[in-house]
């Protein structure tokens, strides 16, 4: 079964602009969950998806937002990005079951804002 | 307010010995806990988890002990190699939601 997929692996932007983030999750999961890594702040939540609504989102300015769709694949995306966006974006999915169930995470997406 | 914490940012051990990484956390709300494996540039690879209702779960060469009076969980690995050199995180998360909040990182060094 393949992992969790997330496009593009690397991507370079200007400060100001924006950028989108495409996460793919491992085949029958229906949560999807973005992260933040920075060497600073670690490993830091943003947002969790399911069913296509959003179920939570962490400590983070309004720029910063995501959806999924109907086959449970998710986008981030930051608008009017800031030299403090550059990080590693990880995406990671479950099966979200009535009990406890692992998350899996995908490769990220590093991202530098010059 | 850091709710998960691993005060120790590296361990070294030698190969065929245990490693024991630590973890405690201060918010008595989390149920269920995990531990990821993560090398540079990729994301976290995830190893074991465990339920608040045990104080043990064993998969291969890793253990998890919890410990919840103390808040406080551990990862054995026993015995240690070097492919295990890498960041170990420990991540918790509270009923109903995928939400983790994660330590900074223990980064463990096993040499040959």
């Known amino acids: 079964k393949a992992g969790v997929t997330q496009t593009p692996r690397y991507l370079i932007k200007t400060r100001g602009q924006q950028v989108t983030l495409s996460c793919s999750p491992i085949?029958?999961?229906?949560?999807v969950s973005w992260y933040q890594q920075t060497p600073g702040q670690g490993l830091q939540f943003l947002f969790e998806?399911?069913?296509?609504?959003?179920?939570n989102k962490g400590n983070f300015p309004g720029r910063f937002s995501g959806r999924q769709f109907s086959n449970s694949r998710s986008e981030m995306n930051v608008s009017t990005l800031e030299l403090g966006d550059s990080a590693l974006y990880l995406c990671?999915?479950?099966?979200?079951?009535?009990?406890?169930?692992?998350?899996?995470f995908g490769p990220g997406t590093r991202l530098t804002v010059t | 307010d850091q709710q998960v914490k691993q005060n120790s940012p590296s361990l070294s051990v030698q190969e065929g010995r245990i490693s024991i990484l630590n973890c405690d956390y201060t918010?008595?709300?989390?149920?269920?806990f995990l531990w990821y494996k993560k090398y540079p540039a990729e994301g976290p690879t995830f190893l074991i988890s465990?339920?608040?209702?045990?104080d043990k779960n064993e998969d291969g060469r890793f253990t998890v002990f919890l410990n919840k009076s103390a808040k406080h969980l551990s990862l054995h690995i026993v015995p240690s190699q070097p492919g295990d050199s890498a960041v170990y995180f420990c991540?918790?998360?509270?009923?109903?939601?995928?939400?983790?909040?994660f330590g900074k990182g223990t980064k463990l060094t096993v040499n040959p």
């Open positions: 465990i339920s608040s209702i045990k």
């Open positions: 998806y399911f069913s296509e609504t959003q179920r």
């Open positions: 990671a999915s479950s099966l979200k079951l009535a009990g406890h169930s692992e998350q899996y």
């Open positions: 918010n008595s709300m989390f149920d269920y």
């Open positions: 991540a918790a998360r509270m009923g109903g939601s995928e939400k983790l909040v």
């Open positions: 085949s029958g999961h229906r949560s």
